[in-house]
């Protein structure tokens, strides 16, 4: 089994106990009743300098472990936001990432700027769940779905007001994104297989992208050396997790990685 059916295997079993205690006759409300989401896609796409920072709050992961302790989501979050972040992804899956939906609630209590509910989606009861907590900008990961049910995980998400963040690994991944209509699709350079980093596969998969879309360089940024060659190699935004919450300062690393695009640019 590889490491996304696994997660996903831990994620539908914590998804039907959630399912128990709330039905999604109960989401559908508290989502309808949630503030009105803030625009992802234009935060993105609005970086007039440099590139736009999708900053994550992540305390572990399958290929890491153990990241940050992070005890305050919320601080970290407001400092992502002080330091110039553009959206704020937050990690919901529980048993790899460490994340939860109080995690969540409590960035989204915190800053103004949208937010991503990073989760492996694969049921329409996490889309309406994203929204009920606050979220604007969901993840769906090309490889977990198929095409009928990515293109109507995103026709929802879009009715709710949301966008999504369309995740791509390969070529053939790229081309159904785009097929669906994808306007977010992100290049994840980790491998789910082996969860080896290959930044080469960046500029490839980048390169297939119609502009219009906004490009997003996940995974493997650490320092500012690497937010250039994604920004020189296609990308409009970069995902960074590791690197910010293993930094002592993470609202200074923001801004210099928010900079750090600004002289490829012009
Ligand atoms: O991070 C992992 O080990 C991982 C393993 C399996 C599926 C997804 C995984 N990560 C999710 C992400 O996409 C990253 O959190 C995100 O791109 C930030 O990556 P990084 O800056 O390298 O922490």
């Known amino acids: 089994m590889s490491v996304l059916d696994d997660i996903i295997l831990g994620v539908r079993e914590d998804l039907d106990a959630r399912k128990i205690l709330l039905p999604l006759e109960e989401v ?4 309808e009743q949630a503030p009105a989401p803030r625009n992802a896609y234009a935060a993105l796409a609005a970086q007039a300098e440099g590139v736009s920072v999708i900053a994550e709050v992540k305390r ?11 005890q305050d989501p919320a601080e970290l979050a407001a400092a992502y936001e002080r330091g110039g972040a553009s959206v704020i992804s937050v990690l919901t899956e529980e048993r790899r990432f460490g994340g939860s939906l109080a995690d969540l609630d409590a960035v989204r209590a915190a800053v103004n700027l949208p937010i991503l509910r990073k989760d492996f989606t694969v049921d329409e009861y996490q889309i309406w769940e994203a929204r009920a907590h ?3 900008l969901i993840l769906l990961i090309v490889a977990a779905l198929d095409d009928a049910t990515l293109a109507s995980f995103l026709e929802l998400t879009e009715e709710l007001g ?3 963040l369309v995740e791509t690994h ?3 991944e790229v081309q159904r994104a785009v097929a669906v209509g994808a306007r977010i699709i992100g290049v994840n350079v980790r491998n789910l297989k082996t969860l080896d980093i290959d930044r080469s596969v960046f500029p490839v998969l980048a390169g297939l992208i ?3 879309a906004v490009v997003v360089a996940e995974s493997g940024v650490r320092d500012i050396s690497d937010v250039e060659s994604y920004v020189a ?3 409009r935004a970069v995902l960074v997790g590791e690197a910010l919450v293993s930094h002592s300062n993470p609202e200074a690393t923001v801004g210099e990685f928010t900079r750090a695009g600004a002289a490829l640019r012009h």
């Open 28 to 31: 559908r409300i508290l989502a």
């Open 60 to 70: 572990k992961s399958p290929s890491k472990g153990e990241l940050s302790a992070i």
């Open 134 to 136: 606050g979220a604007d």
């Open 162 to 164: 949301m966008h999504a």
């Open 170 to 172: 390969t070529a053939e």
């Open 210 to 212: 119609p502009s219009g």
């Open 233 to 235: 190699q296609g990308a």
